[in-house]
Each structure stands twice: as C-alpha cells, then as structure tokens.
C-alpha cells in the first residue's frame, strides 16, 4: 500500500508522546507492504481495526490512541488523516471533519 504520506505520519507523531512513536511506525511498515483490497484483508493483519463511514480506525498503544485513515483499496492508497488521543477520538469531532 502506499501510505500518503510518511512526512504527515511523522509530524503526527511528532505531537503526541513518545510511547506511541513505536508503534505507528510498526504500523506504518506493515501497511507499506500490505496489499489491502477490502477491509476484511485489513482485518487479516489488524482484527481490532474498524471500518466507520469509509474510514479505516487502528487502535495503537492498546487502544489509548486511533490512527484514521481514508483507504482507497482499489489504487492500493492509504491517506492518513488523524492520530487521536482515546478521549479525542470518543469526542467524535473528527467525525465532522472527515465523514461527508
């Protein structure tokens, strides 16, 4: 898959603690060599991943944090979108962002 793009992931992890540096990039490197084409393939290698509304939610650190990412299966295209604190993500202000 081609994540788009690293840069962003970088300064998303950039903002939030350390702990969870680790583990995105851990994330970032299984996606790189995925070859998703539907979210059931996702949920071969990330069984806790949701499917909300078109957008793919990774729980990281244990389900303290949420990666969101706007899949395009087809074009083989992962568009990373938010790394969200647990409390930030049930807040449910991305929903208004990146859900049409």
């Not at 539907?38 to 650190?61: C, E, K």
């Amino acid at each position: 898959m081609n994540v788009i793009s690293r840069s962003g992931l970088a300064d998303l992890i950039a903002r939030k603690s350390k702990d969870v540096q680790t583990e995105v990039l851990a994330w970032y490197r299984i996606a790189r060599g995925a070859a998703w084409d539907s979210f059931s393939s996702v949920r071969r290698q990330f069984p806790d991943a949701d499917f909300v509304n078109g957008l793919l939610v990774f729980n990281v650190r244990r389900n303290r944090y949420r990666l969101i990412v706007f899949p395009v299966f087809h074009r083989h295209k992962l568009y990373v979108k938010a790394l969200l604190s647990h409390k930030e993500y049930d807040k449910g202000e991305w929903k208004t962002r990146w859900l049409q």
